[in-house]
């Protein structure tokens, strides 16, 4: 049963620590999504990738947030310095060409104190 | 531009009763359209989609959805509702050749 993968489950940090996210897509999907949800914004895309390039990063904070792809079976999301805003959960989710569905990992819940 | 809205932030119903979940589209293209189920403390998950073909699409744990172009709506139903349906429900619209462009979402509330 293939599915995206996301680590840590969990994170508490404090304001100002740096803070990385890992996803692991599912083995063939080639383009990834990172997604942000609170109560207040709902479900926010933040960037998203294509064969490993960046396709749109837009919806991302440019000063504190970077992603990237270092390889096909990895995502990273950055957050340096974090903030208690930054509290929220993160998705990653992945597709493929053709099919236009989106598969989800679990989130990463972070709460920066 | 595309653009979905779910009518309704909290349906609530008795359990054994009709689910209906409200959504219309905007699409300048012929839209894919999809339902994804979200329980608590978990990712979202498929439940169906509409990808140009017939317009009753059916999904799993007995939900189905059906689109109506002249109404811009893609409504999600299910006959009876389970105590185990309690979870929030996104609507969603295909954008470009990869994103997705999802509601605000609708929470369901099953009463016992």
């Known amino acids: 049963d293939a599915r995206v993968t996301q680590t840590p489950r969990d994170k508490v940090t404090e304001m100002g620590q740096e803070v990385t996210m890992r996803c692991q897509p599912i083995l063939g999907h080639n383009t990834v999504f990172w997604y942000r949800q609170t109560m207040m914004q709902g479900l926010e895309l933040l960037a998203y990738?294509?064969?490993?390039?960046?396709?749109?990063d837009s919806g991302m904070p440019k000063d504190r947030f970077s992603a990237e792809m270092p390889d096909a079976t990895l995502a990273t999301l950055k957050i340096q310095p974090s903030e208690p805003r930054d509290s929220a959960v993160y998705f990653c989710?992945?597709?493929?060409?053709?099919?236009?569905?989106?598969?989800f990992g679990p989130g990463t819940r972070l709460t920066v104190t | 531009a595309q653009s979905v809205t779910q009518l309704g932030s909290h349906v609530s119903v008795s359990e054994g009763a009709l689910v209906l979940l409200r959504c219309n589209y905007s699409s300048s293209v012929p839209p894919y359209l999809f339902w994804y189920v979200q329980y608590p403390n978990q990712g979202l998950q498929l439940l169906l989609k509409y990808t140009s073909a017939a317009t009753l699409v059916k999904g799993i744990n007995g939900f189905e959805a059906e689109f109506k172009k002249s109404e811009t709506s893609f409504h999600l139903t299910k006959p009876s509702a389970h105590m185990s349906d309690a979870a929030e429900y996104f609507c969603a619209v295909r954008s470009g050749s990869y994103k997705l462009i999802f509601g605000s979402g609708t929470r369901l509330l099953v009463r016992p």
């Open positions: 989710a992945s597709s493929t060409d053709g099919v236009y569905e989106q598969y």
């Open positions: 990738f294509r064969n490993r390039a960046p396709l749109d």
